[in-house]
């Protein structure tokens, strides 16, 4: 259901009998009792209020896993990203069930987001059929799509259907929250040309009509950084063709790059080039300085001898 119109559509659901009635209600905002059919209720609690707890359908059906009830609560994290990037995957709280139910499907496609890669589960017509599941909300989605992306980011060709996890970010009625930012960080990476080219048009698109800043772009190059998923010089070639759309989209990138650069302050100086290089063409372009939060970045790289001091110096100098 979309979150527009509830009370209009409530008004109308109001003549609707028994308990599918009392469903679709709730669903849309209003006060009903709650009844046996779990799944029914554990879906308009769903829709109700998308990542947010919903304790009367967890007093009714309690403990039936991640975004029943209780919403669920997901960190992407890395642990030991080598060898094959095995240690990279999802926390889920509560944690979910090995027999979730398979009338619940916002709990089973957190059951084991491990088990994508290398199924059925991972074809695309599957992928995208599970696409549909909660359509109005796609944290979960991006954060599952998260993690076969990031495993496979280093190869040309295995596993191209994953570019189906971020097919839904083209539309622009789509949210892009906190883990889609990260999943987009990480796609702008990848070595496979489909999942980097549509995750550079999501970012094109998205800056245009204002579903992501300067700053949230940041935010999910930042997030691909902490989980060892930064890929510089594949960065700079997808970032370079975002900034061609137009000038705020040339100042956008140039802003997200210079803030990015403080979660790569770890990195060997060389590697940093091809984005310092494209900061510089772009503030050069614009005539204007570097954001403040990218200066001290910028004057510890400053220091350093080869390229990327030339580069940090070259820009510094800009303002």
């Known amino acids: 259901m979309a979150p527009d119109g509830r009370d209009a559509a409530l008004r109308v659901a109001a003549g609707l009998g028994g308990e599918p009635g009392a469903v679709v209600r709730y669903a849309l905002g209003g006060d009903e009792p709650i009844g046996p059919t779990a799944a029914w209720w554990v879906a308009a609690a769903r829709v109700r209020a998308p990542g947010k707890d919903d304790e009367l359908v967890e007093k009714r059906h309690p403990r039936l896993g991640p975004d029943a009830g209780r919403a669920a609560r997901i960190v992407f994290r890395v642990r030991d990203p ?152 594949r960065w700079a070639v997808s970032l370079a063709d975002v900034a061609t759309d137009s000038t705020g989209h040339a100042t956008a990138v140039a802003e997200a790059t210079a803030r990015c650069l403080a979660a790569l302050a770890d990195r060997p100086p060389a590697k940093l080039v091809p984005l310092l290089r494209l900061l510089d063409e772009l503030l050069a372009g614009s005539g204007t300085p570097p954001t403040a939060d990218g200066r001290p970045s910028l004057e510890r790289l400053a220091g350093a001898s080869g390229q990327a001091g030339r580069l940090a110096r070259s820009i510094l100098s800009r303002g």
């Open 82 to 233: 080598r060898p094959y990037r095995e240690g990279i995957g999802l926390d889920i709280e509560p944690s979910p069930s090995d027999d979730a139910s398979v009338d619940l499907p916002t709990v089973l496609m957190l059951r084991d987001p491990s088990s994508f890669p290398w199924t059925g589960r991972s074809e695309p017509a599957m992928l995208r059929w599970m696409a549909t599941i909660q359509p109005g909300y796609r944290e979960a989605w991006a954060a599952v799509g998260s993690v076969p992306i990031a495993r496979n980011l280093d190869w040309w060709s295995a596993e191209w259907a994953n570019r189906a996890f971020l097919e839904p970010f083209v539309d622009p009625v789509t949210t892009i929250g906190p883990h889609a930012r990260t999943l987009i960080g990480i796609a702008l990476g990848a070595k496979e040309a489909g999942e980097r080219g549509l995750a550079t048009d999501v970012v094109g698109l998205a800056l245009a009509d204002g579903r992501m800043t300067a700053s949230d772009l940041a935010e999910g190059l930042t997030a691909a950084a902490a989980a060892d998923c930064d890929r510089p010089i």
